[in-house]
């Protein structure tokens, strides 16, 4: 019965890979840019409860560590599914939520982890579109100094979402160059000093990269 088992799983293994089938990994770089937040501070202890409309919000992209992300995954024929991992900063400017707070970042980053459901579609020899979206969790690093006191973290929080819409040129048989704009959004809860800050950070993004596939 081993022996017939091996010979079964060395003819499996034998057999061609499907033309249409195959794993792919991916790493892009780019920029974010958030769009102006509502922010709320909460200090239950304290009794503060503060709202901030329209707070504005830096990405320093390119700044280190840089806006980056990765991604793997599998097709077949048009249809993919894949795993990825966006890190996007977002920095609130100096004074904009009141005087307690003297600083407030989500800056090593507001990562997001998701999985997505892909379509590809060739539109030229070497050349299809890939459009992409999907649903998971936000993992911010928040950096806060609030009435004196420092405090960092990374948090598992919200759901986030994403979506995307991008352009792929196949430069050899496994490899593959791309950019893409993405939309994204997620309202985590970040810990600072004496309780939270909330909101939803909802981000536009530009990258490219290159990726292999087998």
């Known amino acids: 019965m ?5 010979l079964a799983a060395a003819a499996l293994l034998a057999l061609p890979a499907s033309a249409s089938a195959e794993w792919y990994a991916q790493v892009y770089l780019g920029a ?36 980056y992300g990765y991604r793997g995954g599998w097709t077949s024929g048009r249809l993919g599914f894949e795993a ?4 996007l900063k977002v920095f609130a400017r100096p004074g904009t939520l009141g005087p307690l707070v003297e600083r407030f970042s989500i800056s090593h980053g507001l ?24 649903a998971g969790i936000a993992i911010p690093h928040g950096e806060s100094r609030i009435g004196g006191v420092d405090q960092e973290q990374y948090e598992v929080s919200s759901v986030a979402l994403a979506g995307a819409a991008g352009v792929e040129f196949m430069l050899a048989r496994h490899m593959q160059a791309f950019a893409e704009y993405k939309l994204s959004s997620a309202a985590p809860h970040v810990s600072v000093a004496g309780g939270t800050i909330s909101g939803r950070y909802t981000s536009q993004h530009v990258a490219a990269g290159m990726g292999v596939a087998w």
Request: no cysteine; glycine share 10%; net charge positive.
């Open 111 to 134: 990562n997001l982890l998701v999985g997505n459901a892909v379509w590809r579609e060739p539109i030229a020899r070497r050349v299809r579109i890939a459009i992409r979206g999907g």
């Open 2 to 6: 081993q022996r017939f088992v091996s």
């Open 84 to 87: 990825e991992l966006t890190h």
């Open 32 to 67: 974010g840019h958030t769009f102006p937040a509502t922010l709320t501070l909460d200090q239950a202890a304290s009794g503060v409860h503060s709202t901030f409309t329209g707070v504005p919000l830096d990405g320093r992209s390119f700044e280190t560590p840089p806006y």
